[in-house]
């Protein structure tokens, strides 16, 4: 406790506004300066936090969105005509005694 005594009264003796001198005043301003530079959530940590919170709620809202996709792709691939025609064309099945002729077409350059 004396050496913060000590250091109260050699800031005194510099010449500062009368309330800078208020031991209340320099113990809130020090708190002040902690908590914004040496704090484990100091500024520079908060504002990394909340971009990372703004990233996170847009992908998010993509990912919803595209489960919502997904969601009506799968009610539609459940009725029997269109799972049928979902498996002849993108996994080349094919019926018994049928033949599956896949036509790939040529890029241009």
Do not use: C
């Not at 300066?33 to 500024?43: E, G, I, P, Q, Y």
């Not at 969105?65 to 269109?82: A, G, I, P, R, V």
């Amino acid at each position: 406790m004396s050496v913060l005594r000590k250091v109260i009264k050699q800031i005194k003796k510099i010449q500062l506004p009368k309330f800078t001198k208020n031991f209340y005043f320099m113990t809130g301003f020090a708190l002040f300066v902690w908590m914004l530079f040496f704090d484990v959530n100091d500024f520079i940590s908060q504002y990394k936090w909340k971009k990372r919170q703004d990233r996170l709620l847009k992908e998010k809202i993509y990912y919803e969105e595209l489960n919502n996709s997904l969601k009506q792709q799968m009610k539609d691939y459940t009725e029997s005509e269109n799972f049928e025609r979902f498996a002849r064309e993108k996994h080349l099945l094919q019926k018994p005694n049928e033949d599956v002729f896949v036509i790939v077409e040529e890029e241009e350059e």
